[in-house]
Nanobody, 114 residues
Framework: QVQLVESGGGSVQPGGSLRLSCAAS????????MGWYRQAPGKQRDLVAT???????NYADSVKGRFTISRDNAKNTVYLQMNSLKPEDTAVYYC????????WGQGTLVTVSQ
């Protein structure tokens, strides 16, 4: 069974940082492109960042320079380091297997507010 287990969400003030983690199982993780999506209330689910099996990365313009995606193939885990958080980053963040039909995890809530 394919499974993505996410952790690391929480509530922070603007300018703060969080690191999200996603442990994957049931896939050949080392050969799989992984990513993170987010969905704010009343908004569509948008792709935030991706990382290939060779560790090539790309980011949405809204998070460039602030977020970093990385992976640890020995742990079958992908991370999203989020710095300089803004209120508009508030959303449920979803780990994803990037393929023709994406597979998402359960999501973890990030709230950025005063």
């Amino acid at each position: 069974q394919v499974q993505l287990v996410e952790s690391g969400g929480g509530s922070v003030q603007p300018g703060g940082s969080l690191r999200l983690s996603c442990a994957a199982s049931g896939i050949n993780f080392g050969a799989t492109t992984m990513g993170w999506y987010r969905q704010a209330p009343g908004k569509q689910r948008d792709l935030v960042a991706t990382i290939t099996s060779g560790s090539g990365t790309n980011y949405a313009d809204s998070v460039k320079g602030r977020f970093t995606i990385s992976r640890d193939n020995a742990k079958n885990t992908v991370y999203l380091q989020m710095n300089s958080l803004k209120p508009e980053d508030t959303a449920v963040y979803y780990c994803a297997i990037i393929r023709f039909l994406p597979v998402w995890g359960q999501g973890t809530l990030v709230t950025v507010s005063q």
